[in-house]
């Protein structure tokens, strides 16, 4: 029993969802069975690689470990090279040429939606003094830029850095699907690049197409405001060094 125990580890795991790894395989679990459907639905449709789909007995689906290591980490330095960031770049740009899926994504909210729940974020970060009401409202102020008309294109729509993982100079496979669909292509480059703004001309260069990079800060203060409250209640740290909280002081 013990040497079993010592296989298994926990990637990750709160109220709504867990990953186990046991050996090279993933083992997720999703109180959402609709998150699992998307997620086996978009890897069987993009056109860049993505982890093997070993068995899927719903509310679990077993994934091959990709080969590499991840781009980078929120909070941490990169260590891939320039030209595996571009490469990463380059692979975003396949993805959002592919066909448009079915579903809606992460980053398929209308504007309405977004600036109305983005409204409420602020109003719980200034009223529980979470954090001081001069940076959300100055980050509430760039992320405007956001709302604008977008063509919607295949998007991950949860494209963080250590969703990419590398060989390399190449991409070896990218990960967790689950929030995939038609969506706002300025929402996966800034999400990929959020905490690595270093990087963000390389990924643009591999991209291979001109990109408003107000519209990628926006994403930046946008995502970061609006995650913060639910990090804090699933046990992530926002405050974390090079995390959400870092990012929007970036923009005072």
């Not at 703004?197 to 946008?222: F, K, Q």
Request: charged fraction near 25%.
């Amino acid at each position: 029993m013990d040497e079993v125990n010592d296989a298994v580890k926990v990637v990750v795991a709160h109220s709504e969802r867990a990953t186990l790894r046991v050996g090279d395989v993933f083992l997720k679990v999703d109180a959402d069975r609709a998150r699992i459907d998307a997620e086996v639905e978009a890897m069987a449709l993009v056109p860049v690689p993505t982890p093997e789909v070993l068995w899927y007995k719903p509310p679990v689906l077993a994934l091959a470990a990709v080969p590499g290591t991840a781009l980078g980490r929120l909070g941490e330095p990169s260590t891939a090279s320039p030209a595996a960031w571009a490469a990463a770049g380059a692979a975003v740009r396949r993805l959002h040429d592919a066909p448009l899926p079915p579903r809606v994504g992460r980053a398929g909210r209308g504007s309405d939606e977004l600036a109305a729940d983005l409204d409420v974020e602020c109003g719980w970060l200034v009223t529980n003094g979470v954090l001081p009401a001069d940076l959300v409202a100055r980050n509430r102020e760039v992320a405007e830029a956001a709302f604008r008309p977008w063509t919607p294109v295949f998007t991950h729509g949860d494209l963080q850095v250590d969703h990419v993982f590398v060989d390399g100079d190449g991409i070896a496979g990218i990960i967790d699907w689950s929030e995939a669909g038609q969506g706002d292509a300025l929402y996966d480059l800034a999400t990929l690049t959020l905490g690595h703004e270093e990087h963000l001309g390389e990924v643009v260069a591999g991209y291979g197409t001109d990109v408003d990079l107000d519209v990628i800060r926006a994403w930046w203060s946008l995502r970061s405001l609006s995650n913060i409250r639910w990090l804090v209640e699933h046990g992530f740290d926002p405050f974390a060094p090079g995390c959400e909280v870092d990012a929007l002081r970036s923009r005072m």
